[in-house]
DNA sequence: CTGAAAGCGCTTACAG
DNA sequence: CTGAAAGCGCTTACAG
């Protein structure tokens, strides 16, 4: 059942079936009807596929994330579909576990599938396999929005959350409230959101006067396994510290698991703000105090930037950012 | 860049390029190697649309589910891509958000598409547009696998857990730990799993001779918030149940939360069991016990099913079932 | 082993 | 307002 099936049993040409398929004002209201009449019939479904080869557009973006179990990337991905249903855009999602490997993989099928545009966050900051890649797509005209997660000297349209800003606000609390062995557990400088946190940390610290401690300092990644025992080393110091600031929801979560397993208790042995909220805790009522922002919003964000560019690609790139907003709910003091 | 390109700069046909894209082995080493120079030079990406339209298969899928946010389907998707990436299938994610309108019009898409088959989870059971939709998908040959939920009266591969099983034995645990008063808050019939989950309820209840209450039978859904209220519905009884079996991850939530909000301390006065459990709970030592299925391994598995159909689109649809394990933590009894 | 040519199912510039 | 025909970029049966 295609175009020319439907054609013969309305008695019109294909182009004027694909005149009422794609509602052109040309063709009269009776052949028409006539047309939809053959099409409903026969139960006919236009093929996208062969539409995409005529029209050299498809229609359809890649979605390529870290990790779809991270629920700052599920909302971002639900943010995404809600603009994309309402474009009438399909996405196709690639789910790169932290891998650049993997990626390039992805964005190569991305090019194959002849996609329109892409949004991603890049598995690794300094990937410059990414970067070129995606720097050829802009060439051939195809879209690419980062989210979150920006690449190494690269410019593209993209959307963030006012990271720093947020950190700062975190950690200039924790200092507010008597703390000045404060730890950071930190990611690498490959992920940048992660970094400026550690900027915010920073900032707050040199601000109020609180020496900096490198030993306070640790390195996690992506993986709560790693701010688990990157909580270990914290707390085995000579002299540990007596507050934590986290750099996302998966160091978060790495670093109450350790405590909750060693009977260290939030709130009264160790004071706690992470980043990013879970709204799991909240469900539970566990007290967490925490850096908030939209992922959602940054979903919907990172949308409209590509059907920006896509609608007209000599459109400029740009930076959005979403606003980051500190919620007190007691871990950031030691009460007791 | 097309195939006459490159067909034209290497002096052979397109047939020739098309032969060594596709590795076909009649094709002399030499000439192999002068068109696979040329590709490489020229950076020439085959179009996988006029591929799809050619061969008439696009090595495309779909999914729907109904909430990427919902762990369980976000794991799930993380299964499906796994294998997905291996055979070489790309995969279109739609997001029904538990509506069956927004299903149809993705069904449609995928039809228009011409994805090779279809994973979903129904967002209602007794929907029968879907249900007749996906019939016409196994008649032209698109494989449909359903993942956890089933259609009514509808003969499909799937995968699902053993959620009678399951919730039996999470029951009968509550009724060993002396409870008698044992509310269940459950789901519409027309979420299969959700409804086998109350039949394992009825089941223990009445092998042990326990009472069962009508009262103490609620009614929620997929999102947490009337799990909530049914949850106030349940205390605000003049003889409140001594414990509660939530149907699924939600729900838990959603009176977890209701507790927390009510100072009811589960373990102490309610003791609870989940269906489903909650990664970031158990990070945080919070001691819920759960019946407990692998959602990562029912993705993998609805992918395997697919990919059996898909090549050989008659071999027989067949059901897999994914263990469930009762994981008892001592939110099931009542301390203190 | 290689090529000419038809075909996959649409769209669209052109002519009428 | 409608149609004939070329074109989108591949594949493949057929002939050699």
């Not at 006919?44 to 596929?49: F, L």
């Not at 030993?215 to 996690?220: F, N, P």
């Amino acid at each position: 059942m295609n175009i020319s099936d439907i054609a013969r049993k309305a008695q019109v040409s294909t182009a004027t079936v694909s005149r009422v398929l794609n509602h052109s004002s040309l063709v009269t209201p009776k052949t028409r009807e006539r047309v939809e009449r053959v099409i409903r019939e026969q139960g006919y479904t236009p093929s996208a596929v062969a539409k995409s080869l005529s029209v050299r557009a498809t229609h359809n973006m890649g979605v390529i994330f870290p990790d779809i179990e991270n629920p700052f990337f599920s909302s971002a991905l639900i943010g995404i579909t809600q603009v994309a249903e309402q474009k009438k855009y399909n996405v196709f999602y690639f789910n790169s576990d932290e891998t650049p490997e993997k990626e390039h993989e992805f964005l190569a099928v991305i090019r194959q599938q002849r996609l329109d545009g892409i949004i991603l966050s890049p598995a690794d900051g300094y990937d410059q396999v990414t970067g070129s890649i995606l720097e050829e797509f802009e060439q051939k005209n195809v879209a690419v929005v980062l989210l979150d997660r920006d690449l190494d000297r690269r410019q593209f349209s993209m959307v963030r959350a006012k990271d720093q800003e947020g950190a700062y606000l975190a950690v200039r609390q924790l200092i507010r409230e008597g703390h000045t062995r404060i730890a950071i557990i930190m990611g690498s400088p490959s992920n940048r959101p992660v970094f400026e946190r550690c900027a915010g940390y920073l900032q707050a610290m040199e601000e109020a006067g609180v020496p900096v401690r490198p030993e306070y300092m640790v390195r996690a990644d992506q993986k709560s396994e790693i701010a688990f025992t990157a909580t270990r080393t914290l707390m085995e110091l000579p002299e540990p510290p007596t507050a934590i600031f986290t750099c996302n929801n998966m160091m978060t979560l790495g670093c109450l698991r350790f405590c909750t397993e060693h009977g260290i208790h939030i709130g009264r042995d160790i004071a706690l703000i992470g980043f990013d909220d879970i709204q799991t805790l909240r469900d539970v009522g566990y007290h967490l105090s925490v850096v908030d922002r939209s992922s959602r919003e940054m979903g919907r964000i990172a949308m409209e930037l590509l059907m920006k560019r896509l609608e007209d690609p000599s459109s400029p790139k740009e930076t959005r950012f979403v606003p980051t907003e500190l919620i007190l709910r007691g871990s950031e003091k030691l009460s007791d």
